[in-house]
T-cell receptor, first 115, second 113 residues
Framework: SQQGEEDPQALSIQEGENATMNCSYKTSINNLQWYRQNSGRGLVHLILIRSNEREKHSGRLRVTLDTSKKSSSLLITASRAADTASYFCATDSSSFQGGSEKLVFGKGTKLTVNP | ETGVTQTPRHLVMGMTNKKSLKCEQHLGHNAMYWYKQSAKKPLELMFVYNFKEQTENNSVPSRFSPECPNSSHLFLHLHTLQPEDSALYLC????????????FGEGSRLTVL
């Protein structure tokens, strides 16, 4: 069943602009992760934020997590054409549901950065 | 290069064929996963293996048969598939269950005619 839902579904910006993608989820989580996927390729892990963290940075990426609103955002600053890809959030609720590791992915945001 | 290798990258098969997808990870991880990615749908978890034992079968039809001979190799055996099974099949691994980051292969693009 789908847990995370990204918004917007598609985003088109100019190089140098910032890109913000949002993710909303329904149940309590252990952590939330963001992944990137270039067209037709595998997913690449970008960043993991735990439920007791509010903000995390990695290079040009900034992720926030608001557990009270069950939402997260991914900000890419000073975007480049090479950032063009789909971005997915994935939630891990395994510590709450029990059983095995089960990352549940959203449908993704398709980001296009125009040169 | 993520350390997870999937073969073949592309596969076309008829509904009566039998084929297999292979995944190998060189990361020393203990958990391996199969995901299915169809157009306009979220990634669907299919199977989870931990120390080569299956820990999750997400109600996958029996025409998909996984095999995990050791912690480094994972197979997905395919037989009598349907056209709606056409998708990108992604293999992933992690250090262990509940240890966060997944490392994905490049995927096997399957087309069922």
């Amino acid at each position: 069943s789908q847990q995370g839902e990204e918004d917007p579904q598609a985003l088109s910006i100019q190089e140098g602009e910032n890109a913000t993608m949002n993710c909303s989820y329904k149940t309590s989580i252990n952590n939330l992760q963001w992944y990137r996927q270039n067209s037709g390729r595998g997913l690449v892990h970008l960043i993991l934020i735990r439920s007791n963290e509010r903000e995390k940075h990695s290079g040009r990426l900034r992720v926030t997590l608001d557990t009270s609103k069950k939402s997260s955002s991914l900000l890419i600053t000073a975007s480049r054409a090479a950032d063009t890809a789909s971005y997915f959030c994935a939630t891990d609720s395994s510590s709450f549901q029990g059983g095995s590791e089960k990352l549940v992915f959203g449908k993704g945001t398709k980001l296009t950065v125009n040169p | 290069e993520t350390g997870v290798t999937q073969t073949p990258r592309h596969l076309v098969m008829g509904m009566t064929n039998k084929k297999s997808l292979k995944c190998e990870q060189h990361l020393g991880h203990n958990a391996m996963y199969w995901y299915k990615q169809s157009a306009k749908k979220p990634l669907e978890l299919m199977f989870v293996y931990n120390f080569k034992e299956q820990t999750e079968n997400n109600s996958v039809p029996s025409r998909f048969s996984p095999e995990c001979p050791n912690s480094s190799h994972l197979f997905l055996h395919l037989h009598t598939l349907q056209p709606e099974d056409s998708a990108l099949y992604l293999c992933a691994s992690s250090k262990g269950l509940g240890t966060g980051e997944l490392f994905f292969g490049e995927g096997s693009r399957l087309t069922v005619l």
